[in-house]
């Protein structure tokens, strides 16, 4: 079944990508497009398959110590705001959250 | 002596710094007035890292002048593409999203080209984000082909392999998440190495499809390509990267080594597949050849599932890509909408006004892909595909050594000609079941197709965790090309070679 | 409303928890190095991984996995070998990469239980008998543990321009990613707490045993402990669960309880009037003693999870968990049973003593200082210890060991405790140079005896009247007139003899 534009509109808003209605349509038509190219994967008989989500063999087990700046990668504050566009003392600066439906978790 | 500086490998680079022939300050000018001289016309760079590279050059001196051990790469200019992190340059990944982030921390990869002494000459263009198969989405400029300007150079390492085969610097870094460094490679006519998955950390390199990406370099030879190999290994694994793995830096070791005896698959189906352009099947002929020549034995062999690859590919890449892109929201770094009234709003209009439209498209699939109930449609079945297609190449390299398949299925198109996005996807079909599998893969020119005079290239892939056998069966693929008169290694973009760039 | 007690005759409560626990004494991140930060100025322990800078990735703290099974294996859970993290997607900047590095359907820990002891008022909130009850009421309820996981903390936000810091009406907030990354972990019971006070025991119990493993500080208060509950109600006697609502901003044992008691008594007066009990995240205040509503859930949450293709899989051995099993150290219910059986103490004084590791530390030590006073050691830290500021094993011992002589009475001890609190001075010293040291000379108390019984005739007729209370007073006297060196005990006994020849 093909995606809608209200389909898209949803993912869009969840991505948080904002779509103006003619890159919506567009992107609806890509999407569907893009699906349709995706279906070999359906029209598998995948029974008793196992999936490999990394394709690392058998490494497993992957950890680190628990050592403080082992790898001196602690930045001081300055790096770690410099790239920020809004920034207040010593935080990072967000407009208002009100609104937004990701408020609660 | 004088010597047009693009006539020297980087094997020849690092020899005759060390022994004084010449000093990394001159390569670096050399280098330098090759760029100058040139990138009008290639656009390779999104930046030249003029003064880094001087300073670099110079403590190279400076190491010499007090009799210290040189690195293996002392001297050797190289070009980064723009998803690696290298403090003192921007990292723009193409991007609006990027386009004044300064690098925080530096790459491993990046540090262990600087560690093995090469000189970082800039940041190579690149597709936005590494989406895209002909640089042509980077948000900043194209890229032209050094061997055809009005050509696409490849993607999404366009401006890594232009760099190498204008002459602009001896070697580069790619990263290869579908077929990046490998198609570049074989349209700019270099080569080009995606090695295992695991064996060069991907600590600093802006992710794109986590599980798909590994880095790796483009040289103009064989010979080159191992030599910068043995440089991003050399450290061990990464402790950073939780994906990496220990890998032996003897890639140099044997290289020469003749393959009398080995055994090189084949698929017919392939060799004959219908995307292919007829010069592209001519070149594999001859690519056969020339193997069988040098000693190969060929064998036909068979990966039952890659009609499946695109599929399971465009599944599992923009997933991981929406995960791996969600960052970008205006906040920590990255372009920020002004003047918005809520968070929502600014992270909407951020990441709407930030990113470009395959960027986007990539994500949009990604977001969709994952959903609940979608997820159980696709991602899942496509990672079971994977356990699929890995144990096809498990089951082909229990008979052969090495597999040869094209690297893309046409030469350099010219830009605008492919715009439709599912159309470009399908130009990775050749090298996107390595990233899927995991295992190495490189891409080796054959000389020039007969009807258009670009290069071709043709793909080699070995089993995991034995790319130094695999690059041993590419310098003989090399070798024999060059003994049919094919191609040469250490071929310079005919308009760009002996120009600029004098090595003093 | 009605009250509890009333609401839990009709209806049954039917409570589940979550409960987030740090893992505070680690010196590090979950997937960095960074150190973990306690009161540290914002952004100071910061670094690419944490800030979820762009090319940035995880490599897991090996001593918060072997925290998370050595809880797992202390809450009698199944340590998974086998299992990956995952990626729960949503957007919001307290999580630097819009994504939140979680577990997956396998948890690291995962079927586990802890059983309670209920008695005493507590144990009446629960008036049915779906629980074996002893004669006083008090009962055992098994409450099973679906899952452990392991996960990251998120950053500390600090919303401005609202009210109290609150985030409705702010006009901007500020973030510090110190908190972010810090090693969390995720306990989810079944839904098989029936009372608050089950919650709250639960909580509790929760919290001495993660104190007695040593990987949390475990404070409701500052957080490194959170508790969100779920509760719902139904008829009793009846199966279908009601609709649930999650409690949110709990940071103390008796906000659980009283928040969850607001809760049930609020369902069963909307469900009692019709109404309907709609799915929602209400928050706790605690000034008010109300919950009100946070958000109402329409959807389920899409998280987008999947397995994080950066973090390799898990395959525990064996002999990993072996080593976090020889790690998990005597735990509160072996302990409270060993005080009792060992030391002879009540039942309860030795829970209260073995539940904080550093109250049975404390014990033990002081104990061993006074072997023939181990009951005297327990019922002063019980009775006399918590109005302490810092008193020493040691001082309690000294004390103990002068209370079990008979040498002070339990109200000079009180006094010894107070002069010898925050201090190194040793209370027999104390005793001896303030002349407290009570004499057990029955001659000479005999003297002071008979002084008074002279003096205090109207209390003597009285006690031959009939009045034997009046002992009391005449005690009194005695110690009054031996300027309280005189053994009460002694002077009751000898008061007696005379009263009564």
Redesign the interface.
Known sequence: MA?TQDD?RG?????????TEE?LEE?CA??N???E??????E?D?TG?????????D?????????????G???D?D????????K?????????????????? | MMASFEELSAVQIAAGVASGEFTATQVAQASLDAIADREQEVQAFLQVSEDLALQAAARTDELRAKGAKLGPLAGVPIAFKDNMHLVGTRTTCASRMLE???S??TATCVQRMLDAGATPMGKANMDEFAFGSSTETSAFHRTNNPWDTERVPGGSSGGSAAAVAAGEVALSLGSDTGGSIRQPAGFCGVVGMKPT??AVSRYGVVAFGS?LDQVGPFGRSVADVALAMNALVAGGRD??D??S?EVAPNFLDGLEDSVEGMRVGIMPALMEHEALTPEMREGLVSARDALEAEGAQIVEVELPNM??V???Y??IGPSEA?SNL?RF????????EPG??????????S??HG?GSEA??R???G???L?SGVYD??Y?????????I?QDYRNAFERCDAIMLPSSPTSAWRFGEVSD??QM?ASDLFTISSN???NGGVSVPIGLGSQSGLPIAAQLQGP?FEDRKLLRVARALERGIEAAGLFSPGTVAPDYAHRGGELA | MKKLKEVLRDWEAVIGLEVHTELTT???KMF????LSHDD?????????C?GMPGALP???????ESIVMAGLATNCQIQPRS?FYRKH????DMSKNYQTTQGPVAFCMYGHLDLEVSGQGALERPDNTVDKAKDGSYVAPIRILRIHMEED?AKM??V?GGEGR???????????NRCGTPLIELVTEPDLRTPEEARLFMEKLRQTFLTLGISDCSLENGSMRCDGNVSIRRRGTEQFGTKTEMKNINSFKSLHDALEYEICRQAEVLEEGGIVYQE?RHWEPSKRRTVV??VKETAD?YRM??D?D???????QE?VEHCRERVPELPDAKRDRYVSTFGLKRADAAQLAGDPVVSRFFEEAAKAAPKAVATVANVMVNLVPATKNVLASQVASLASLLAQDAITFAQAREVLEVVDDTDLDPQKVVDERGMRQSTDTDALAVTVDEVLARCTDQVRQYQEGNKKVVGFLVGQCMKASRGTGNPKLFNQLLRERLEA
Request: hydrophobic share 40%; proline share 7%; aromatic share 12%.
């Open positions: 995606l898209v993912i869009a808003d969840y991505a948080r990508i904002a779509l890159e992107m890509y999407m497009e893009a699906i190219m995706l279906q070999p994967i359906r598998y995948l398959v196992e999936p490999t989500f990394h394709p690392i063999g490494l497993s087990n992957v950890m680190a110590g628990d050592e403080a700046n082992a790898n990668r602690s930045l504050l790096v770690a705001l410099f790239n920020a566009a809004a207040q003392d010593r935080t990072f600066r967000v407009p208002s959250i009100l609104g937004d439906e990701g408020g609660d978790r | 004044d982030y300064e925080v921390f998955y695991g599980s402790p950073l939780s994906t793995q009609d499946s695109i599929a399971a465009y599944v929406f969600a929201d205006g906040v920590r770094y990255g372009y920020q918005c009234a809520t968070l929502a709003e600014q992270t909407a209009l990441r709407a990113f986007k498209r994500q949009m699939l977001a969709y892909l959903a449609k696709y899942y079945p496509a990672q079971q595909v994977r356990t699929l890995t996005p599912t996807y899927i599998a995991g995991a | 680690l010196q590090t960095c190095d960074c150190r100025e914002p952004n100071t322990n910061v670094c690419p991984v800030l490599v897991p703290n090996r001593k918060a996995i990956y949503y957007f919001y900047p998120a600090v919303h321009g985030i409705g009406g702010a006009s901007e907030s500020l973030i510090d990613y995240t946070m958000r899409d999947y397995p293709p973090l390799a899989p898990f395959d525990l051995s990993f």
